[in-house]
């Protein structure tokens, strides 16, 4: 038997991918071998599935089986999500995940005194300072929202928008003000890349530490930690422009940012930064814990074995 001329292929590390794409109107599935995009005239558009981190798809979309399977074989994200993507439907969970990391972060999460540490860790990465002493959680997740608005108001103030409050009615989008709009969608972009950063890490969205009873509470507390840094101050920058198609401004400056500030590159560590925080013996990993590979090793005997 020849020794085969090239190595194993083995999954792109999430920070040297595509932070994301969006497709909207199109049949997802793979052809002679490549992901494509089949639009309603048959013309086909590749995608480089094994270098992007997390795909959203927006209304109009249809996916096939063997679509979803490649995507989860290499460790991209699939996300349906609502027109501009202001809603978030549901996610895929590519391989990786792994019981060792979410007990971990279970254990955490349940334990006050941890979980606290945690929060307070989270704080400090987002507002560059230590949290005041002695604050619940809930009395932090009270301050940091007042900070939020003040950051809000000062952004709105810089780039001379006006700002009245962060509202808006997913059911009629097209109601909301152009601030609104341009900071739902920025927002959607942050919360793609960090729930596909947080699965390929092997942690649970889910389990949150300051937002809790949601099925992306720790996306949301991973993601507030770069949001004011990223997404946010471009959301108002795209706003001072009124543009016309402010979602579509707005998605193409964050990728910049994005790449820019290689955020992809941060999110793992950071995580991982926060969690340590908690001062809390990390389990091993089980004796039979495998990472993801490309393709699964399957061979004759072992059918549905996942090796």
Sequence with gaps: ?????????????????????????????????????????????HIPIGTVACLMLEPGTR??????????????????????GVRLYAAGQPGGARSDRLLYQAKLALDDSARLKVVRKMYALRFKEEPPERRSVEQLRGIEGVRVRKTYELLAHQ???EWKRRNYDHTEWESGDVPNRCLSSATACIYGICEAAILAAGYAPAVGFIHTGKPQSFVYDVADIFKSDTVVPVAFRIAAKNPRNPEREVRLACRDAFRQSHLLDKIIPTIEEVLAAGEIERPK???????????????????????
Excluded: Q
Aim: aromatic share 6%.
């Design 63 to 84: 996916v096939s089986h063997s679509s979803v399977v490649l995507a989860a074989r290499v460790g991209c994200l699939l996300v349906w999500i609502g027109e501009a």
């Design 1 to 45: 038997m020849t020794t085969p001329m090239l190595p194993p292929l083995k999954a792109l590390p999430i920070k040297d991918r595509i932070s994301v794409i969006y497709i909207e109107k199109g049949n997802l599935d793979v052809i002679d071998g490549a992901f494509v995009v089949v639009d309603k005239t048959g013309v086909r558009t």
């Design 285 to 307: 990993a089980h004796e039979e814990a495998v990472e993801m590979a490309i393709p699964n090793k399957e061979g004759i005997g072992d059918a549905g074995y996942r090796g």
């Design 159 to 161: 780039y001379g928008v």
